[in-house]
């Protein structure tokens, strides 16, 4: 039982590449939420996910696609990346009326 | 607008001491609250939640204490431990309408070391 887990770890992109970050979970959560944490600024919701083949705009989503076409993974797509999108991802998931639980984040830098 | 908010970004204590971290918050919509705890390099890790409907909740050496008149809440950790240095992060809730899908709303984190 992995849990939340990211991939990659740490990634270093140039302005205007495109990546894509994987989250998955083995709990069969209904929920799972995209986050970023930047200094000073706690965790801030990207967009989330309610089931499969649905996804909402969180609190900071633009400049983000997400897609989850399995109920397992989540998804996390920036098609033009900006140094503003420098930032920790934090994946998350849940089921109805329970805590969420993290994965251990992915570090991304864009130069 | 900063919903949830943390106003000490660090709390620094001598191991064995009481250690207290405060959140203030502004939406009256909000009817749960909890606290994570995130180690550098990990995921934060869920440590202690309260719903709006008590004013205390209890879980070992931590406890969550909840002002709904002055949306304050505060979490105590006695007896402080080195173990316990960390960011703690406040966050909150809220169950009205079925529509909320479990979303939080963080406050920016309080650095607690705990010196031995």
């Known amino acids: 039982n992995a849990g939340v887990t990211q991939t990659p770890k740490f990634r270093v992109l140039k302005t205007g590449q495109s990546m894509t970050l994987l989250c998955a979970q083995d709990?069969?959560?209904?929920?799972m939420y995209w986050y970023r944490q930047d200094p000073g600024m706690g965790l801030r919701l990207i967009h989330y996910?309610?089931?499969?083949?649905?996804?909402a705009k969180g609190e900071v989503p633009d400049g983000y696609n997400v897609s989850r076409l399995k109920k397992q993974n989540f998804l996390l797509g920036l098609e033009s990346a900006a140094p503003s999108q420098t930032s920790v991802y934090f994946c998350?998931?849940?089921?109805?009326?329970?805590?969420?639980?993290f994965g251990p984040g992915t570090r991304l830098l864009v130069l | 607008d900063q919903q949830v908010k943390q106003n000490s970004p660090s709390l620094s204590v001598q191991e064995g001491r009481i250690s207290i971290l405060n959140c203030d918050y502004t939406n009256s919509m909000f009817d749960y609250f909890l606290w994570y705890k995130k180690y550098p390099a990990e995921g934060p890790t869920f440590l202690i939640s309260i719903s709006s409907i008590k004013d205390k909740n209890e879980d070992g050496r931590f406890t969550v204490f909840l002002n709904k008149s002055a949306k304050h809440l505060s979490l105590h950790i006695v007896p402080s431990q080195p173990g316990d240095s960390a960011v703690y992060f406040c966050?909150?809730?809220?169950?009205?309408?079925?529509?909320?899908?479990?979303?939080?709303?963080f406050g920016q984190g309080t650095i607690l070391t705990v010196h031995p």
């Open positions: 966050a909150a809730g809220s169950n009205a309408g079925g529509t909320s899908y479990g979303k939080l709303t």
């Open positions: 998350a998931s849940t089921r109805p009326r329970e805590t969420q639980y």
């Open positions: 996910s309610v089931g499969e083949g649905t996804t």
């Open positions: 709990m069969n959560h209904e929920y």
